[in-house]
C-alpha cells in the first residue's frame, strides 16, 4: 500500500488520522468482503454472509512474515497491542488485548479485530498520546493486512 507512505512520513496532522482511520475501515471493510466472496463466510444457518476471519486466518499457518517491513509491524502489533474496555472489579478500564506467546498469528488477528471493533465501539481520542499511537497501530496493522490479502489469490481478486 504506497499509500501508507504519504500518511506514515508525514506529521501526523487530524486531517491525516481521519484519512488514516477511513482508510482502516475502508480496506478493512473490503478484507471482510473479499473474505466472503473467496468462500471465508461462517458456518451455520444464517440468513447474511458473515466473514470467518478464524477460518482465513487458520488458512495462513505457514504464512512467510519474514519481510523487514513486516517484521517491523509485527513487532509492533504485538508490543503495543490495541487496548479494548474490560470489566476490572466491576469498573470498567481500558487494557491491552491478551496476547498468544506460542502463536503470533492468533495475536494478530485479534489485535486487528480490536482496532476494527474499537473504531465502532470504543473510545475515540484524537489528542495527546493516543493519537500517535492509534495512528501507528492503525499504519502497522493496513501493512499486515496487506500482505494477508497477497497471500491469497482469491482473496486478492476480490479485494
Do not use: W
Not at 34 to 49: D, E, V
Request: aromatic share 12%; net charge positive.
Amino acid at each position: 500500500m504506497k499509500i501508507l507512505e504519504k500518511f506514515y512520513n508525514s506529521v501526523l496532522s487530524y486531517d491525516t488520522y481521519l484519512h488514516l482511520t477511513t482508510m482502516y475501515i475502508v480496506c478493512y471493510s473490503r478484507f471482510e468482503y473479499a473474505l466472503k466472496m473467496s468462500g471465508f463466510r461462517k458456518k451455520g444457518n444464517y440468513k447474511i454472509a458473515m466473514a470467518d476471519i478464524d477460518g482465513f486466518f487458520h488458512s495462513l499457518q505457514s504464512i512467510d512474515l519474514d519481510g523487514e517491513e513486516i517484521k517491523k509491524s509485527v513487532k509492533y502489533i504485538l508490543e503495543n497491542p490495541p487496548m479494548e474496555l474490560q470489566i476490572i472489579r466491576g469498573e470498567l478500564e481500558f487494557r491491552p488485548i491478551t496476547l498468544y506467546p506460542d502463536n503470533p498469528l492468533e495475536s494478530i488477528k485479534d489485535s486487528m479485530r480490536t482496532i476494527r471493533n474499537n473504531f465502532f465501539h470504543g473510545n475515540k481520542q484524537i489528542a495527546g498520546n493516543s493519537f500517535k499511537r492509534n495512528a501507528e497501530l492503525i499504519t502497522h496493522s493496513l501493512k499486515i493486512l496487506d500482505r494477508f490479502v497477497e497471500e491469497n489469490s482469491s482473496v486478492r481478486q476480490h479485494y
